[in-house]
């Protein structure tokens, strides 16, 4: 194992250890186990050889930077698959903010908000969604569109490909080839700047 000198500025986890009591003294984000100086919190080990002591320091994170989808999120993302009970997203979006890397989402037909029968006429891949996250089970998030805002707000013929238009009966139609679809809309359908 490196030195706690070789490993100044690296990044370490909870439990990590970084010095024993008789060279530091423990600092913030650290507790002592054992004459052992650990880690309490994930971030970067700096060391004060001044005062010979051992913090872990967390970064702000700046305004405006990415964020992980979480409970009670809102977010935006593309259908990459659906099957009679659930569709997948790829997750892109959290509020305003586009991700650097994608998330994935899984939709499942008791969380849409509505009665129907199969999620294809809810969500179909291509469409772009926004939806709420529920919970977070095994690095899925589990979505939600139940709410006037949340559900499809891009959809796309699946004959053709062209950007469905929402008629006054809810229902979707394709300009291009007149295929007439549905979908779980969204209450700003077509009009969001993503």
Known sequence: MPSALDRQGMFVAPGDKLGVIEEFL???GTYVDSGEIRASRA???LLNLNDRKVTVFRPVEPKGANSIPKPGS??????????QT????????????HLANFFTGL??????????????NVCRP????????????????HLSLAGKKLGVIYAFCTNCGSMLKAREDKKLICENCGSIE?????????????
């Open 74 to 83: 809102i977010v935006v993302g593309e259908v990459s698959n659906t099957h």
């Open 43 to 45: 971030g970067f080990l």
């Open 126 to 141: 291509g469409d772009i969604l926004r939806a709420k996250v529920i919970s977070v089970k095994n690095r899925i998030r």
């Open 107 to 120: 939709l499942h037909i008791s969380n849409v908000g509505l009665r129907v029968k199969n999620m294809f």
């Open 182 to 194: 549905r979908r779980k809309l969204a209450s700003d359908y077509g009009a969001v700047v993503l």
């Open 86 to 97: 659930y569709s997948l997203v790829r997750i892109w979006m959290v509020g305003h903010r």
């Open 26 to 28: 423990p600092g913030q």
